[in-house]
Each structure stands twice: as C-alpha cells, then as structure tokens.
C-alpha cells in the first residue's frame, strides 16, 4: 500500500501498470471500514499497486478528479482511468473492479 505524501507523486505512480486508488478521508466511517478490506486484497495481488490519497491533504487532486462522495475507489491502467466506485466494496467486489 502506497499513501501519497506529494501530489507531485500521483502521476508517477498511475503511469505504469495497474494502479488502484482509494480517495479517503481518516473520519470517514466507510473510508476506515474499507481500509482493511484493502490491507487483504493487496496480499493477494501483487500486479497491482495500491495508492491511498488523503482527500483533506490533497483537495486540488480530489477535485481534478471529480470526488464527491469517498471512499471512492479509482481505477488506473498505464496513467489512464478505466474503472471507479463510490462507498464500501467487500473484497469480491474489490477483486471485479481490478480484474
């Protein structure tokens, strides 16, 4: 799991591969309910990175992004994205949306 510290950072991250990012906030309920559901499907998925972006740290990122409602969960392959989710996903759900 990979929590971005720099915005700078983001792009170099999703570029390559399949990166999934999870737009959260540490006071949201869902966004703490998710956190370990993710802990476990990164585990199991090593072809896939895992960001995590603090929408209270990174506002201009959340907005470029179009985040209304988190957890939200953003799926990236090679820099472009391709899938996203908004609310709880259980681990199934998570593994359908990287697949």
Not at 46 to 72: H, W, Y
Not at 78 to 99: A, H, Q, T
């Amino acid at each position: 799991m990979i929590y971005l510290e720099n915005e700078n950072d983001f792009e170099k991250i999703v570029s390559e591969g399949v990166t999934l990012v999870d737009f959260y906030a540490n006071w949201c309920g869902p966004c703490n309910m998710l956190g370990p559901v993710l802990e476990e499907v990164t585990k199991e998925h090593n072809e896939v990175k895992f960001l995590k972006v603090d929408t209270d740290m990174f506002m201009a990122l959340a907005q470029r992004f179009g985040i209304m409602s988190i957890p939200c969960l953003k799926l990236f392959r090679d820099g472009v994205e391709v899938k996203s989710s908004v609310g709880f996903m259980d681990k199934k759900e998570i593994e359908d949306l990287i697949k």
